[in-house]
């Protein structure tokens, strides 16, 4: 059976020739794969014609929408990925009827096949391209809950005087995080941590220099589920009782509820859902040009 796209030629370019003209592209919208380069033979005798397999080449949009699909397909996604826009960056939008295990827990997974198909689609490329992928409307919905937040966190910080600590985000996150407050004239925003835990402050103006900073909106469980932990609560002072026993009398005796004591640092997960993981020892760094 004949190979599909494959041309016969008495030579590797009578063969390329021949099928360019055959499928009505250029040299430059096609590429080529030599099968058999052919042999002249003796007289005429014994020779054998020379043979290309010719493919069209797919635009970046199609060659990333392409492995987009493949990928989704090996994990056992059904998905259909198409281009939005096609101008100085490259929007692709996803759509299946498994929505949230493309998006994954605050865009986790989307953002990675963000990051598979950015590098797809500058593959062989001078100028690099921004590609977006989304699904759903994903993205634009996550932006507007971000400013949200951004602007409760402001309000929050300005009431309670105290530095509040949202939990790790990508570095677009954190750039909407900190445009939402650029303007305010009470607080401001800093990016602290390292990779991949890097997350974003939101500081008063009167935030108090030793101010370690504390999460925001998680109940106490002490009986009194309408009052939210905005400050320090008592298992958290210095100098009582129970902070100067030995680390055995610190364990027993922490509150039912109470935020973790020592130097590990609490983050926000009331909305951006809740983590217990918590770092020791944060240091902070200075704001880079990504946030």
């Known amino acids: 059976m004949e190979e599909k796209n494959v041309f016969s030629g008495k030579s590797v370019d009578e063969a390329l020739d ?6 009505g592209l250029t040299l430059d919208e096609a590429d080529y794969q030599i099968v058999d380069e052919g042999k002249k033979g003796f007289l005429g005798l014994g020779s054998v014609e020379a043979k290309v397999k010719i493919t069209p080449k797919l635009d970046d949009g199609k060659k990333t929408c392409s492995f987009i699909d493949g990928l989704l397909a090996i994990v056992g996604i059904k998905a ?25 827990k605050r865009g986790d997974v989307l953002d990675s096949i963000q990051c598979l198909a950015g590098a797809v689609a500058n593959t062989g490329r001078e100028k690099y391209r921004k590609v977006v992928v989304d699904c759903e409307n994903y993205r634009a919905q996550r932006e507007q809950t971000l400013i949200g937040l951004a602007h409760k966190l402001e309000k929050t910080a300005v009431e309670t005087g105290r530095k509040m600590l949202l939990e790790p985000m990508s570095p677009y996150e954190r750039r909407v995080i900190h445009a939402a ?3 305010s004239t009470e607080v401001k925003t800093v990016s602290e941590g390292r990779e991949p835990a890097r997350y974003v402050a939101v500081i008063p103006n009167d935030a108090k220099p030793y101010d370690r900073g504390v999460r925001y909106g998680e109940k106490r469980r002490d009986g009194n589920s309408s009052r939210r932990f905005g400050g320090n609560d008592r298992g958290e002072r210095r100098g009582n009782g129970r902070e100067r026993g030995n680390r055995d009398d610190r364990r027993s005796s922490r509150p039912s509820g109470g935020a973790k004591r020592g130097k590990k640092e609490i983050y ?8 217990n993981a918590v770092k020791e020892n944060p240091q902070p760094t200075e704001e880079n040009s990504e946030d």
Do not use: Q, Y
Request: proline fraction near 0%; avoid cysteine; charged fraction near 20%.
């Open 268 to 275: 926000f997960g009331t909305f951006l859902g809740n983590s």
């Open 80 to 104: 259909v990925s198409e281009v939005v826009s096609d101008g100085e960056s490259l929007v692709i939008d996803i759509k299946t009827s498994n929505s949230a295990r493309v998006i994954g």
């Open 181 to 183: 407050l650029a303007d």
């Open 18 to 23: 021949e099928g360019l003209k055959t499928l």
